[in-house]
């Protein structure tokens, strides 16, 4: 069982950065992909992005070249950098978890998911 701890959310301007932290327990970390989605009131779950257990990264087109996701084996956490925030980024972020080590964009692929933290950015 893992279990996973998301931190670092709030309230931000527009054109403002947060990092998202996502803190897990267990001894195997370093074998899952990681991945980050998010979902606005009303709205499907959206991924974000992922980072494989090799350190690859993949992003979706609306946060690509403004998002960073790494990750530190050694601490069991992963992050979300954020940057140049826009209102459409407002959503409740989740941090999930997938032990195969590939990640994919579905929400289907994961396993363990946190318990969302908030991210409102205002215009």
């Known amino acids: 069982q893992v279990q996973l701890v998301e931190s670092g959310g709030g309230l931000v301007q527009a054109g403002g950065s947060l990092r998202l932290s996502c803190a897990a327990s267990?001894?195997?970390?370093?074998?899952?992909?990681m991945g980050w989605f998010r979902q606005a009131p009303g709205k499907e779950r959206e991924f974000v992005g992922r980072i494989s257990h090799s350190g690859n990264t993949a992003y979706a087109d609306s946060v690509k070249g403004r998002f960073t996701i790494s990750r530190d084996n050694a601490k069991n956490t992963v992050y979300l950098q954020m940057n140049s925030l826009k209102p459409e980024d407002t959503a409740v972020y989740y941090c999930a978890a997938d032990p195969s080590g590939r990640g994919t964009p579905s929400h289907r692929g994961y396993d363990y998911w946190g318990q969302g933290t908030q991210v409102t950015v205002s215009s």
């Open positions: 267990g001894r195997t970390f370093s074998n899952y992909a």
